[in-house]
């Protein structure tokens, strides 16, 4: 190979990798694994903020978990004490993908309940998911590690 096509395959290698740096403010600077592919796993909670203050996490807190599914589809369970319900739904990134957009339900005695959110993304490793949610003037930051 010519001396100016191996610093072409480089640039060009080069170029790739850093088209996906640093799109999440907290991070990972580089991830040569796609987005989708990172936020596709079950997440329980680590830490919770509120308006930068963190909060006191309860063992239901710490029980509860969320498995985001490769075909769109979301499942989020609640553990209250012995007892845990589990909401069905769908996800999906915004096209920036910077913003993960669910919608989710379960029915208990007849009346079901839904909850329609939008979370931006701070971090995202395939281990690792940090999102943010702004509800009236309170500001709330959630950690997640895999289960």
Known sequence: MKPISKISVVLLFLALVASSCGKYEDGPSISLMPKTARLINT???????????????????KDDYFEIKKDGILEVTIVNGSTSVTYTGT??????????????STTVFGLTYTTDEESTILR???????????EGNDTYEYHYITK
């Open 43 to 61: 997440w329980k909670l680590d830490a919770e903020y509120k308006n930068d203050v963190q909060q006191e996490l309860t063992a239901d807190d």
């Open 91 to 104: 996800w999906e990134l915004s096209s920036d993908k910077e913003k993960l957009h669910s919608v989710y």
């Open 124 to 134: 995202l490793k395939s281990n690792e998911l940090w999102i943010e949610r702004v």
